[in-house]
């Protein structure tokens, strides 16, 4: 994303270190943060960063990276879960992790545990049916990097595998978890016919629900990809909210276009410079 990188070569400037140490961050965050919610993106969580293997094909934050992120999250924000965006009273920002990998049950929960903070997980149910079948995306980094392959299946599993069933139901079972879907295989849900739409909507939710046993309320569209087709089909899937991804298109369905800013890196001035309220502002429902 080309705003992404952006920002994160844009924060290596003096003039952008100045920004946070100076205080005028924090001020821009009272100014226009103030009262808000926000919606909070992550991904795949390693427990360690690996040398020996391309960055580009990792997971953008180790678990260390994570947790200093939660460090910095607690001492300026209150931390929601999902039933809190309804609730007009509330400020501060809700954590939500995309993709169900096995190391959002590995890596990010026992980090959640130890804070007491909620996070809402949504889960693309390939990758929960049989945590070998990588999801698109990641098998073509695989192909484009054929080494990993043949990776350590310790290392595959810390870092591409999905979660399983026996995980996400204990994950579930977590009174500070909530479970989300992401559609079956991640398509480009714009791109599908209404039937692929409908199943991609439905049967996940079925799926998930099968598992954890209650209702899946709760939708993010993959790749941040929808439109009034999408929408529409979500609602009637039986969704109550839909998360999309940074800059959403204003269709006119607050709670079925709720921004989420990705995170992907634990320097402090990146953090400060995307929840200033200038990068974008808070949720409204």
Excluded at 14 to 28: C, H, K, R, T
Excluded at 69 to 92: A, C, Q, R, T, V
Excluded at 226 to 233: D, R, S
Aim: glycine letters at 6%.
């Amino acid at each position: 994303d080309c705003v992404e990188l952006i920002i994160r070569n844009f924060i290596q400037a003096p003039v952008v270190n100045l920004f946070y140490y100076s205080g005028v961050a924090f001020l821009f965050r009272k100014l226009l943060a103030k009262g808000g919610k926000y919606v909070l993106m992550f991904h795949g969580i390693s427990s360690v960063k690996r040398l020996s293997i391309d960055r580009k094909v990792q997971p953008h934050l180790s678990k260390d990276e994570f947790e200093s992120i939660i460090f910095w999250l607690k001492k300026n924000f209150n931390l929601l879960d999902p039933k809190d965006l309804m609730d007009s009273k509330k400020e501060g920002v809700l954590l939500t992790f995309d993709d169900g990998f096995h190391n959002n049950f590995s890596n990010v929960l026992p980090i959640l545990c130890k804070h007491s903070i909620p996070g809402l997980f949504f889960i693309p149910t390939q990758h929960v049916e049989n945590p070998k079948n990588w999801l698109h995306f990641i098998k073509i980094k695989a192909e484009k990097n054929v080494d990993l392959f043949g990776l350590n299946k310790s290392i595959q599993l810390d870092l591409f595998d999905g979660i399983s069933k026996k995980n996400l139901a204990q994950m579930a079972d977590n009174p500070l978890v909530t479970i989300g879907s992401h559609s079956v295989s991640h398509p480009l849900l714009s791109k599908c016919s209404q039937l692929d739409l409908t199943n991609e909507l439905v049967n996940s939710k079925k799926y998930l629900e099968d598992i954890i046993g209650r209702p899946v309320k709760y939708f993010a569209y993959p790749s941040g990809d929808y439109n009034k087709k999408v929408i529409n089909a979500v609602k009637e899937s039986g969704y109550e909210m839909a998360f999309g991804i940074d800059k959403i298109q204003n269709l006119g369905q607050l709670n079925f276009e709720i921004p989420r800013i990705g995170i992907y890196s634990s320097e402090i001035p990146y953090l400060a410079a995307k929840l200033s309220g200038l990068y974008s502002g808070p949720v409204i429902l």
